[in-house]
């Protein structure tokens, strides 16, 4: 029997089975992931050209889903970069979602209060929750491009997500959450700009044991680099049990 497979546009509608989750990839380093109660989060979400207008870094494709067509209940930001923090999408996205929980670190601070939007701002280390999601905020290793970005570990209905943020594979600082093992990573692997490349995310993966792996932070500008079937075909040797699942962007996966 395949895995179920499903698109970002039936994200609003669809529930996922009792003890499944659904996971979309946004493209770049953003994700939704849908829980069977009906509970969904947002990452990193980018769907705007704010990079080209900023940074002069084109788009390879297209955004899988306009702004006003997300639905979410907590927004989690990885760090203040505009491929993660989107200005351009940001009054979109609270449109639909003005309830929503927003977590981010210090760095995401001058705009988020520009926007008047309240926030939790976290730190590596941060114990948190958001109903009965739990929330382990992560280190990241991102060098002087962002001192302060994190990655965030979620756990909940017996799913352990970890969400690497931008990160470099300095295995001091990813220790502690290798350590608890996590079922799910979701890696950065464009090996440009201080993060990890296809090798030193699959060597965690290993490191990990973890059940599967869906990469993430490539593909979405040139001068982001990162190889998904490299890092596929890596993972199979390093840790044979981890099943790799390439989404494009606007692909969702049942787990």
């Known amino acids: 029997m395949g895995t179920a497979m499903y698109n970002i546009n039936e994200h609003s509608t669809h529930i996922p089975p ?14 939704i992931v849908k829980y069977s109660d009906g509970f969904t989060i947002c990452i ?25 067509n997300v639905f979410f209940d907590v927004l989690f930001i990885t760090h203040e970069h505009p491929d993660h923090l989107d200005e351009d999408s940001f009054d979109a996205l609270m449109n639909n979602n003005a309830r929503c ?41 991102h060098g002087e491009l962002s001192p302060h970005a994190v990655g965030y570990l979620f756990e909940k209905a017996n ?7 931008d990160t470099a594979f300095n295995e001091e600082v990813l220790k502690p959450v290798v350590d608890m093992q996590p079922d799910i990573v979701l890696p950065c692997i464009n090996g440009a700009y201080g993060n990890m490349d296809e090798q030193q995310a699959a060597m ?11 990469p993430m932070h490539f593909g979405l500008f040139t001068e982001h680099g990162g190889d ?19 989404l494009a962007p606007g692909e969702g996966i049942e787990l």
């Open 228 to 246: 998904a079937v490299k890092f596929k075909t890596l993972v199979r040797q390093l840790s044979p049990k981890t099943k790799i699942h390439i």
């Open 44 to 68: 990193d979400p980018y769907l705007s050209d704010s990079v080209e207008r900023i940074c002069g870094f084109k788009r390879l494709h297209s955004a899988p889903i306009k702004a006003d």
């Open 159 to 165: 799913h352990r997500i970890w969400l690497t943020g």
């Open 101 to 141: 929980q927003i977590y981010a670190p210090i760095c995401c601070d001058v705009f988020l209060k520009s926007k008047k939007r309240a926030y939790i701002m976290v730190k590596p280390g941060d114990d948190l929750s958001a109903e009965d999601l739990s929330i382990k905020v992560t280190k990241a290793d």
């Open 18 to 31: 009792k003890g499944k989750i659904i996971i979309y990839w946004l493209g770049g380093a953003g994700f």
């Open 204 to 214: 965690l993966i290993a490191k990990c044991n973890s059940l599967y792996a869906i």
